[in-house]
């Protein structure tokens, strides 16, 4: 299993493949733009290094775009290559840090908190969890591992855009279209919000039948403008759906319109 890489504070993220994070390294190394990797990708050197790591060993970067672990991931080679661009100093930090990481034997406290970032790391990614659901489930992870409490004590949930600095209100679907008075069901409201690409059907294992699927809404990329995924009390492995009170005037119009605004 591999081994967590915390350089200046900043833990470097995996990808499933094992490939580094890139953008922790550069706020790892001062967050300066001229650092970034954005410009060291563009370095006809750093050109000539990919094509021929891509010529033995396959595919060396992968850029994750639109979800909580959005980032450029390289490999291990390429970290050093790029730490060694940013300064020699750094690189060397960078080496003796990865040589400690990877050359300390496993302990099980090491393998439980690994194991337990990783699948957070994937449900963040399929599940698109709001902030607050992903510190509570990184909350519970830290009292499983017997950690000290050195995580904040909310997170803020809202809308794209919004410049509250806090969460916004949210209801269910249902308490919504109550409340509004508008003529949806909840199964007719999220069947209309399918056709919207607004959420999306996914399933899992059933708890009682391991041979059946239980199947449940989740919102997509587009959808979280107007709501966000929580992970639902009674069964962690899905999500629980909040539309943002605020929104939810806006959502009924282009539930109508059949356009998003």
Not at 60 to 67: D, E, L, T
Not at 107 to 120: E, I, N, V, W
Not at 124 to 145: D, I, N, W, Y
Not at 237 to 261: E, K
Request: charged letters at 20%; aromatic letters at 8%; glycine letters at 6%.
């Amino acid at each position: 299993m591999s081994k967590i890489v915390v350089i200046e504070n900043t833990v470097v993220r995996q990808d499933a493949f094992g490939r580094y994070c890139l953008n922790d390294l550069h706020k790892a190394a001062g967050n300066i733009k001229k650092d970034s990797p954005a410009y060291w990708l563009a370095n006809k050197q750093t050109q000539e290094l990919i094509a021929q790591f891509l010529s033995e060993d396959g595919i060396p970067v992968s850029v994750i775009r639109g979800s909580p672990e959005q980032g450029t991931y390289v490999a291990k080679e390429l970290v050093f290559a790029y730490a060694m661009w940013i300064s020699a100093a750094f690189n060397l930090k960078v080496i003796r840090t990865f040589d400690k990481a990877t050359s300390a034997p496993a302990q099980p406290l090491t393998d439980q908190l690994q194991t337990g970032l990783a699948l957070l790391s994937f449900a963040k990614q399929e599940f698109r969890l709001a902030p607050s659901a992903v510190l509570g489930s990184l909350q519970q992870l830290q009292t499983s591992c017997g950690l000290p409490n050195m995580l904040p004590a909310y997170a803020v949930d809202a809308p794209e855009g919004s410049t509250t600095g806090s969460s916004e209100v949210t209801h269910s679907l249902t308490e919504l279209l109550l409340l509004h008075g508008k003529p949806y069901t909840a199964q007719s409201g999220f069947k209309r919000l399918q056709l919207l690409g607004l959420v999306e059907r996914k399933s899992r294992p059933s708890t009682k039948h391991p041979d059946r699927e239980k199947m449940f809404w989740s919102l997509t990329e587009k959808g979280l403008q107007f709501g966000k995924n929580l992970t639902d009390p009674a069964n962690p492995r899905q999500t629980q759906l909040h539309f943002y009170d605020s929104q939810f005037p806006r959502l009924l119009a282009v539930m109508a319109n059949g356009a998003a605004a």
